[in-house]
């Protein structure tokens, strides 16, 4: 164990792993096939030496800080990088005037901002001159959604490049291939099985900083032998019990994973919808936020198809209140089922959307005198509540009095489906409709 002890010092003496086996060139960068494959737009770009302002847009750990220093170490520019916490307006002046000069002596810039969504608007804009002019090639590194975080002026003059989420095969080789590395632990024989770097890869969800710092920290905690370690099972499964969840409940993927609910369970994909919710639980979502989206899908896509789909969400919402994670998680799920498998209208929905649509389109005209009620003996003289017929008076409860004005009497909002329950909404509706135009109870 003495020999782990000074192993162990020996690591902490040099920089992380991720930081030591850092790719220097495009052969060796691993993923983002799509961008710097052979024949890629931005492959031939950084070839021919023709780089612009570019925005590197993409979850984190998939290498868009690497990529921008093979940019810069392939061009054969100056490498200058930015932090929103340490610079301000004025260093930003300072170095840019820099840039200036050393443009005007031939060599260029590359000025990399690594989270340029935490630069306020004011520090966006500082560069904005200097990429007009060309003093600068700015490349930004975000992993929130450009269109949101950077200035619309900034955002115009670059181009966005989405960055992928590694795949648990890329990974792998970049594990391997790491392990291969004279840079990686120099002097030691590293033995780590096939399978457990397909746990490391799984475990790290996309993130290659993760993966490298994850196998760094099973070696680190192996024992030693003769300049030899070997990572085991057992200590995988005591170091790697839960996998760092992809979920920002504060960024945009709390928004894309709750569309691919909604969408799911839209589409009565029930497996999907259980997997999409999974997501959110385990990403540490609100569960009474759920419940509020499970409210509003129980009426917007069921509707009265199926009137136990809001009976049972708001009984949902009432238990995530009360009991809150993790007893709570059955009962969402509970939720979610239910409405993946119930039958289908969106016609309370399109209802309010269209008489929305009519309320904007036309002029808001009082109320018919005839509905509105008496309170007073003047209200009375003036015609309030003059002809109005009482339902209940009627066989039929029914009368062919108007009740509204009558330039958009004829208009119609809900249109009933034939789903589930809503199919004998639509037969008394029709019925109803027919009913009228039938008869006349005599209103003047």
Same mark, same amino acid.
Request: proline share 4%.
């Given at each position: 164990?003495?020999?782990?002890?000074?192993?162990?010092?020996?690591?902490?003496?040099?920089?992380?792993?991720?930081?030591?086996?850092?790719?220097?060139?495009?052969?060796?960068?691993?993923?983002?096939?799509?961008?710097?494959?052979?024949?890629?737009?931005?492959?031939?770009?950084?070839?021919?030496?023709?780089?612009?302002?570019?925005?590197?847009?993409?979850? @984190?750990? !998939?290498? =868009?800080?690497?990529?921008?220093? $093979?940019? /810069?170490? #392939?061009?054969?520019?100056? +490498?200058?990088?930015? &932090?929103?916490?340490?610079?301000?307006?004025?260093?930003?002046?300072?170095?840019?005037?820099?840039?200036?000069?050393?443009?005007?002596?031939?060599?260029?810039?590359?000025?990399?901002?690594?989270?340029?969504?935490?630069?306020?608007?004011?520090?966006?804009?500082?560069?904005? @001159?200097? !990429?007009? =002019?060309?003093?600068?090639?700015? $490349?930004? /590194?975000? #992993?929130?959604?450009?269109? +949101?975080?950077?200035? &619309?002026?900034?955002?115009?003059?670059?181009?966005?490049?989405?960055?992928?989420?590694?795949?648990?095969?890329?990974?792998?080789?970049?594990?391997?291939?790491?392990?291969?590395?004279?840079?990686?632990?120099?002097?030691?024989?590293?033995?780590?099985?096939?399978?457990?770097?397909?746990?490391?890869?799984?475990?790290?969800?996309?993130?290659?900083?993760?993966?490298?710092?994850?196998?760094?920290?099973?070696?680190?905690?192996?024992?030693?032998?003769?300049?030899?370690?070997?990572?085991?099972?057992?200590?995988?499964?005591?170091?790697?019990?839960?996998?760092?969840?992809?979920?920002?409940?504060?960024?945009?993927?709390?928004?894309?994973?709750?569309?691919?609910?909604?969408?799911?369970?839209?589409?009565?994909?029930?497996?999907?919808?259980?997997?999409?919710?999974?997501?959110?639980?385990?990403?540490?979502?609100?569960?009474?936020?759920?419940?509020?989206?499970?409210?509003?899908?129980?009426?917007?896509?069921?509707?009265?198809?199926?009137?136990?789909?809001?009976?049972?969400?708001?009984?949902?919402?009432?238990?995530?209140?009360?009991?809150?994670?993790?007893?709570?998680?059955?009962?969402?799920?509970?939720?979610?089922?239910?409405?993946?498998?119930?039958?289908?209208?969106?016609?309370?929905?399109?209802?309010?959307?269209?008489?929305?649509?009519?309320?904007?389109?036309?002029?808001?005209?009082?109320?018919?005198?005839?509905?509105?009620?008496?309170?007073?003996?003047?209200?009375?003289?003036?015609?309030?509540?003059?002809?109005?017929?009482?339902?209940?008076?009627?066989?039929?409860?029914?009368?062919?009095?108007?009740?509204?004005?009558?330039?958009?009497?004829?208009?119609?909002?809900?249109?009933?489906?034939?789903?589930?329950?809503?199919?004998?909404?639509?037969?008394?509706?029709?019925?109803?409709?027919?009913?009228?135009?039938?008869?006349?109870?005599?209103?003047?």
């Amino acid at each position: 164990m003495g020999q782990a002890s000074l192993f162990e010092e020996e690591m902490n003496q040099s920089a992380p792993l991720a930081s030591r086996v850092r790719p220097k060139t495009l052969d060796e960068f691993v993923g983002q096939g799509h961008l710097v494959g052979e024949g890629k737009f931005l492959r031939e770009m950084i070839d021919k030496d023709q780089i612009s302002s570019m925005i590197f847009w993409g979850p @984190p750990g !998939v290498g =868009k800080t690497t990529l921008a220093e $093979i940019i /810069a170490k #392939t061009t054969r520019s100056r +490498f200058v990088t930015f &932090s929103a916490v340490m610079n301000g307006i004025k260093e930003i002046r300072v170095i840019m005037n820099e840039a200036e000069e050393y443009r005007q002596l031939g060599e260029r810039t590359i000025v990399f901002i690594d989270e340029i969504h935490r630069f306020n608007k004011a520090q966006q804009d500082a560069f904005l @001159p200097y !990429v007009e =002019k060309g003093s600068i090639i700015l $490349i930004g /590194a975000t #992993t929130e959604n450009p269109s +949101f975080e950077v200035n &619309s002026a900034l955002l115009s003059r670059t181009r966005v490049f989405v960055l992928k989420q590694l795949t648990a095969e890329e990974l792998q080789m970049l594990l391997k291939r790491m392990l291969r590395s004279p840079l990686a632990f120099p002097d030691w024989d590293i033995e780590v099985s096939d399978s457990i770097l397909k746990q490391i890869a799984i475990y790290s969800n996309g993130d290659a900083r993760t993966a490298l710092n994850t196998l760094e920290m099973l070696v680190i905690n192996s024992e030693t032998r003769d300049q030899k370690v070997r990572v085991t099972e057992d200590l995988v499964e005591t170091l790697l019990d839960k996998k760092t969840a992809y979920y920002d409940k504060d960024g945009e993927e709390h928004y894309n994973i709750i569309s691919a609910l909604h969408k799911s369970m839209r589409n009565s994909d029930v497996d999907s919808a259980i997997y999409w919710l999974g997501r959110m639980i385990d990403g540490g979502e609100d569960p009474v936020y759920i419940a509020r989206r499970l409210l509003r899908f129980a009426s917007e896509d069921v509707g009265l198809a199926d009137n136990g789909a809001l009976n049972l969400a708001v009984n949902v919402f009432q238990a995530c209140r009360y009991i809150g994670l993790p007893e709570c998680d059955v009962h969402l799920t509970q939720c979610v089922i239910y409405l993946s498998l119930a039958p289908k209208s969106n016609a309370t929905y399109k209802a309010r959307t269209a008489v929305q649509k009519d309320i904007k389109k036309t002029i808001d005209e009082p109320v018919p005198l005839h509905l509105r009620n008496a309170t007073t003996k003047l209200m009375k003289e003036v015609g309030y509540g003059k002809g109005y017929q009482l339902a209940h008076f009627y066989d039929e409860k029914l009368t062919t009095m108007p009740t509204r004005p009558a330039s958009i009497s004829n208009h119609v909002y809900y249109q009933p489906t034939e789903e589930g329950h809503e199919a004998r909404m639509k037969q008394r509706l029709d019925y109803i409709t027919e009913w009228k135009r039938r008869n006349d109870t005599g209103f003047h």
